[in-house]
């Protein structure tokens, strides 16, 4: 079965400055899909940034980018100049081609500190 | 466009008790999911639809949860004789799919929190 490892139950980061979230998958798929996910306390969840695995050129939204290592089975995403409003729990998650059901991390509480 | 909605936002029940909830998708998407997150985990896959169809169902969803989208809009859940062990967030995804399976991206809900006492 496919799994979603977040090693890195909280972080911090003061405000401007940069983060990276780590996420690790384990699969035998060779092609899928990758997701960041935001979840803010008591509000709902909503997408960062996704990769396709055979997209080799790594996603990038605004502030927000991923260094994807396929080989390594590797998925983390960066946060550049980062603001109050990044403060949330982050989502991994993995999605196999021609399946549906995301499979999901088991989340990474980010504190922003001004 | 007005999102993912859900009804309610929380509800309190007893153990033993019926509950149900529903869900209002993005308008035009033709996937629905349901997902359960507990207290420090990520959210676990229930069921989904493709239109009206039940097309997948997870373990997880023991013969207490029933799910139906009768329309192919909204859906709803419930579960009977609710447990403790049912206390959890209750989220929906809807996407809309056209062209390579399993490119759709899934846009959630605000979720029901459901307490059992």
């Known amino acids: 079965a496919q799994t979603v490892t977040q090693s890195q139950p909280e972080m911090s980061v003061q405000e401007a400055e940069t983060v990276t979230l780590s996420c690790t998958y384990d699969t035998s798929e060779s092609d899928y899909y990758l997701f960041w996910y935001k979840q803010p306390p008591s509000r709902q969840m909503i997408l960062v940034i996704r990769q396709e695995a055979y997209k080799q050129q790594n996603a990038t939204e605004n502030r927000f980018s991923v260094n994807f290592q396929k080989a390594a089975k590797s998925f983390s995403l960066k946060i550049s100049d980062s603001q109050l409003g990044d403060a949330a729990m982050y989502f991994c998650?993995?999605?196999?081609?021609?399946?549906?059901?995301?499979?999901f991390g088991k989340g990474t509480r980010l504190s922003v500190i001004a | 466009d007005t999102g993912v909605s859900q009804d309610p936002r929380h509800k309190i029940t007893k153990r033993g008790q019926n509950v149900t909830f529903r869900c209002d998708p993005i308008?035009?998407?033709?996937?629905l999911y349901w997902y359960r997150q507990t207290l420090g985990q990520g959210p676990e896959f229930l069921t989904y639809?493709?239109?009206?169809?039940?097309?997948?169902k997870s373990r997880l969803l023991s013969d207490r949860f029933s799910a139906e989208r009768p329309k192919g809009s909204f859906s709803t859940l419930e579960i009977q004789r609710t447990e403790q062990g049912d206390s959890a967030m209750y989220l929906c995804?809807?996407?809309?799919?056209?062209?390579?399976?399993?490119?759709?991206?899934?846009?959630f809900g605000p979720g029901t929190r459901l307490t059992v006492l």
């Open positions: 639809f493709q239109n009206e169809a039940q097309l997948e």
């Open positions: 995804a809807s996407s809309f799919l056209d062209g390579r399976a399993g490119s759709d991206t899934q846009y």
């Open positions: 308008s035009e998407h033709n996937r």
């Open positions: 998650a993995y999605r196999p081609l021609g399946n549906t059901p995301l499979v």
